[in-house]
DNA sequence: CTTGACGTAAACAGTTCTGTTCACTTATAG
DNA sequence: CTATAAGTGAACAGAACTGTTTACGTCAAG
């Protein structure tokens, strides 16, 4: 990946998600970056490439992150326990309410500026939802069989998205510990 | 109200859900209300108090139904049973998603666009949900005491907010289902 | 040492957006 | 009948937005 397209990303998902992805103009994208237009629109076709590279580049971030907190917490037990390991997301949760780079979950808030959902960035928002459940599911199955399992998941699912919504429509910080705890009474 | 004004905000509130914030112009929302710009400012000294105005009416209608829904449950009851006067939220919610203008919660949306904890909108939003979470509040406080109280509509709360978001970015139509038994779990 | 990939700066086109203004109409209450 | 409030239509200003184009640098690899 050329650097310049690189940092464009980078720039383009911290400031879509912390001012929108309407409001924020590809202007100041490219102000901020300090990358010219003609550069930006020979790597992009247009705005809506460049919010799908910066959604994927968050996905990425998003699934390797917690791929790496199960693995770090599967190391750290003596008797490999699949909740334990499910739970983790909410520690993970919880810090990131509390960085100061928390400004909602991206997928959730360009879901609400692209409603239709034929859109590409609504399909793109949604599948990585899934993928998130998935890897829930995944954890799970050693225990139960696979319609239970699917169904936790849902729950634990239900209950990150809100999480995430009342920490930031709220600013209840806390509110990972919360989920964390009905997560636990699921099982 | 004159009618206008009125028309004007019924109008703006269902583009606004639909479409967005910044998506929705206000050439659109005077094309579809058939009403003159100049109107629109005679009444309205920006397109962010429209939009004020599209969620205090939004406010009122989600207050109103939910006092009408916990009403109507009390008095099919033989006992009175606080938990199941909270549960009707989620029927409520079924309802809602499974119509045809549930496009999600103009308050989490809106709260995604305008994500300044100290713009007017945002703490417009953030209102809303304290208010209904406080209505929660109130149905349980004849059984448990204030603390305990506190914390079970804090988490009911949470579920709802899930509910939602698991309803418009995955598509999950059946999620205030899945809410409504894990609420159950919670007493 | 030159070719080609990558990048910049700046002007420009074309659209869309919010908000203003003004001359004119309509309806109604005193 | 008339004063007043409410609304219309249309033009306009000014800003912001996406996207294009052109002419010009830089630099590493063959």
Chains 1, 2 share one sequence.
Not at 66 to 95: G, M, R
Request: net charge negative.
């Amino acid at each position: 990946m050329q650097p310049r397209k690189q940092h464009l990303i980078d720039t383009a998902l911290i400031l879509f998600n912390q001012f929108g992805y309407h409001a924020t103009g590809i202007d100041l994208i490219l102000a901020e970056s300090g990358v010219s237009k003609a550069t930006l629109y020979k790597h992009f076709r247009s705005k809506e490439e460049l919010i799908l590279a910066a959604l994927q580049l968050r996905h990425e971030q998003v699934v390797s992150k917690l791929q790496d907190k199960i693995e770090a917490n599967k190391q750290n037990q003596e008797k490999t326990d699949p909740v334990e390991n499910v739970l983790v997301i909410f520690d993970n949760l919880n810090e990131w309410f509390n960085s100061e780079t928390f400004f909602g979950c991206n997928f959730i808030n360009v879901s609400a500026e692209y409603a239709d959902p034929n859109h590409p960035i609504n399909i793109f928002a949604a599948k990585h939802k899934q993928v998130i459940v998935n890897m829930i599911a995944e954890q799970l199955t050693t225990k139960e069989n696979n319609q239970a399992t699917q169904q936790k998941a849902d729950q634990i699912g239900l209950l990150v998205e809100g999480a995430i919504v009342m920490a930031h429509t709220r600013g209840m910080k806390q509110s990972a510990l919360i989920a964390k705890e009905m997560a636990r009474g699921l099982f």
